[in-house]
């Protein structure tokens, strides 16, 4: 740190520093659009094009975007409006409308969402509609320019689209869709899912006015690409303020992935997930180790960051367990590993709790059952236990049947990491018959 | 105090002081600070804090947030029993009253989002946005699409806005079918021992020395370390119990220092107290009148417990024991045990147990009403007619919860019905009528 202090550089380290959080979380966090989208140009291209008919021939469209979830589709579809908005004449006449499934969850909803983001409340206000399809026709149709030869297109983006198919009998997609395939008024209607069998999920009159145009990103980067795509997010751009901290920066980002530890962690992340919003949590979790202090992201910052990542929550959960409750879970292993994952109540797990401490001479967990049923009841609020069947009206607590969310795995990692186990019950818990 | 908090974001002074309120999760708050970052920066679009009760999540938050003067809106799940609420308590602390009335009757998130994009253009977020989400678990029973859109509200409303968590249960139970964004995983372990001593010894009594308060919150823990580590909980008992290990100092039978015998004073109040107390059996206001009835009167204080404090008809009490019986023991045994002359049973038959079809293992079987008026005749000392008021007993040991009815309500000419009560409870009712209950039950011979 005392190097670069002394070089002639115009910006503190500390004001440096800040602007690389500013930068790399509004890319982590934000989102912030790539330059040009990696990896994906083919359907970048795709798209690009076919928006660019619509806006600027006036030509109607339909098309999904399929692909799981973090792949980068909104990502996509937002580089294609900006590079489609860049053109003059696309950016004169093209018209927006924006759905998500999440916000507008009934087609009423929908179309006064329609309405207001085509800016046309006023030319709706108390008129009074037969049908919805009649009212959507009637927004379009006052899209029409002056010479009522050729009306604005409009470009519908809906986000999440498998929600708008549990719509009531789909109204509105039955509506977009028909637009799309007569010739009333140019609409793009863009769809974007995580769900591979969506097709399946529009009723036969949707599905036969859809244009079955869709664009799939499954893509599938092998590790050097996934490697690649680490070191593009974490290195700063050419117009950094500082050049030499910049430079600096960029170099310990090359030297961090050439680490071999690094590569190991890389590669693990790499091998349970290859989206970007699981590399983003990752990065983000490094970069928030960033200080003055230490103004570089070392090896041991990744190996801290996975270690979080990857944490088993619920042996997290596990240790913070009481030692009777502790005791409980074994008892319920025990009983699991008996009767093969039949379910239990509590008397059986007392039961087969009081068969260990009459193995031994010390009462030192002598408890009274309410004791107990309460600890059991606290296992059932933390959701590690679940009842079998919801209705538990009838049923006495004691006797309700139940089910361990745990497995065994779980439970002996987490015995392995509980503070100050006593020996016994860790022999009682790693004992095969109880 | 270990290391203080470090941030260039943030004066000095604040920071010292935020330290000295978070005892024992400097390093969480640190964490969190730093994933917050500078107040103008973003932040992850939703954090997602677990962590068992009372291990300071809220209080963190709260905390940070409330000393640094960030721009927050805390939100309690259990408080907003519809969307309306939680929305408009949102827009409350961001944008103040004008922007609440400003969503409709019964507002969608659609609603919601509109307005906030609204205001949001009109007092653009200066400072990252913070919306904590307490017993965040009570979201999942709400509208399907509410947890995912709050996960990823940063990118619905295009505001610096950060969505918080907190919750005692993992992310594994939240996550909807279809997956959502996810959050980022944040875990509070719970308080070891030392630091539940540390925090619990910080509300000393001012007549007393710390050293004396903390040597009492030694005993207490070491009593109920085992069952519960409920920081509250434990702060409550402590609270509660504190005067009674007072007392033979304020009588002067004991100095300040001694700590065995103020320890053999104590122990066996506190075990009384994980009894009571603990199960909220009593209130502590109860339990207080408990304790100075006690030094009036010693012994027989027990009984302030619900379960011995039933009083039932003669009748009734054998009918309860016959619905007992009848629930615990298998129909066929019914010869061996109420049977004068019951004719040869073979003993290995008869006895050919399994554990796992003990009855008291797995609960009460429902029984006929004609078996339960047989067993009834049989036990009851006396000659019964059937008359009316033994039916109508049956019924009000229903409404007691006593009996629960098992059959459907239509079905008049053979109910069924079946035993609610407990061993310990039934051992009760039969001692008051010299009834051995032990002798009759299959599961005990």
Known sequence: ?434 | MSALLHHPGYEEERLRRLSEQLPCRELQAGMLLSLMGQPHQYSYPSVFIYGHRSSGKSHVMQVLLKELELPHATVSCVECVSVALLFEQVLLSFFGGDAASLLPRSPSLSDFVRVYRQQCSQSPAKQTRYIVMEKAELLRDADANLLPALLRLQELVEDNVTVILLTEIVWDRFRPNTGCFEPLLLHFPDYSKGELQQILSRDKHPSYSAEFYSSYINILLGVFYSVCRDLRELRHLAALNFSKFCEPLAEGKVKETDTHKLWRNMEPHLKKAMQTVYLREVSSLQWEQMQQMEEKENGAMRGLSAHTHVELPYYSKFLLIAAYLASYNPARTDKRFFLKHHGKIKKTNFLKKNEKTSNHLLGPKPFPLDRLLAIFYSVVDSRVAPTASIFSQISSLVTLQLLTKVSHDDQLDSPKYKCAVSMDFIRAISRTVNFEIVNYLYDFL
């Open chain 1, 1 to 434: 740190m005392s190097k670069r202090k002394i070089t002639k550089t115009n910006v503190p380290v500390g004001e440096c520093i800040s602007q690389v959080q500013e930068m790399l979380r509004e890319r982590l966090c934000h989102q912030r659009l790539p330059d040009r989208p990696e990896g994906v140009e083919a359907q970048h291209k795709h798209l690009l094009e076919l928006l660019k008919r619509t806006a600027v021939h006036g030509e109607s469209n339909s098309v999904l975007i399929v692909g799981p979830r973090g792949a980068g589709k909104t990502m996509l579809l937002r580089c294609v409006l900006r590079d489609l908005l860049e053109e003059k004449e696309a950016q004169k006449s093209l018209l927006q409308v924006h759905l998500n499934g999440l916000l507008q969850t009934d087609d009423r909803i929908a179309l006064k969402e329609i309405t207001r983001q085509l800016h046309l409340e006023n030319v709706v206000e108390d008129k009074v509609f037969g049908s919805f399809a009649e009212n959507l026709c009637f927004l379009l149709e006052a899209l029409k320019k002056g010479d009522r030869s050729s009306s604005r297109p409009v470009l519908f983006v809906l986000d999440e689209f498998d929600l708008f198919a549990h719509h009531k009998n789909q109204t509105l997609l039955y509506n977009l869709l028909d637009i799309s395939q007569s010739a009333q008024a140019p609409i793009a209607v863009v769809g974007i899912t995580c769900r591979l069998d969506v097709l399946e999920l529009l009723e036969k009159r949707v599905k036969s006015r859809f244009s079955h145009r869709q664009i799939h990103l499954l893509s599938n980067p092998t590790f050097t690409e996934y490697l690649d795509r680490v070191r593009t997010q974490l290195s700063l751009p050419d117009d950094f303020p500082d050049d030499k901290f910049a430079l600096d920066w960029n170099a310990s980002i090359e030297t961090l992935c050439e680490d071999k530890s690094v590569e190991d962690v890389l590669q693990r992340h790499f091998n349970s997930s290859k989206d970007f919003r699981s590399m983003h949590m990752l990065l983000m979790l490094c970069l928030s180790r960033v200080s003055v202090a230490k103004p570089a992201i070392k090896p041991a910052d990744l190996l801290e960051a996975s270690r979080l990542c990857l944490a088993d929550a619920n042996a997290n959960m596990l240790h913070g367990l009481s030692i009777l409750e502790l005791c409980l879970i074994i008892a319920m292993k025990h009983l699991n590993d008996v009767y093969e994952g039949d379910p239990f109540n509590l008397q059986m797990v007392h039961n087969e709790f009081k068969k260990f401490l009459q193995r031994k001479s010390n009462s030192m967990y002598n408890f009274e059952q309410p004791v107990i049923l309460k600890a059991f009841e606290h296992l059932q609020q933390l959701e590690l236990i679940r009842p079998v069947d919801s209705s538990s009206a009838k049923t006495q607590r004691e006797y309700q049947l139940m089910r361990l969310m745990l497995d065994h795995s779980q439970i002996m990692e987490a015995l392995q990491k509980y503070p100050q186990c006593p020996t016994d019950v860790k022999q009682w818990a790693m004992s095969a018959f109880g």
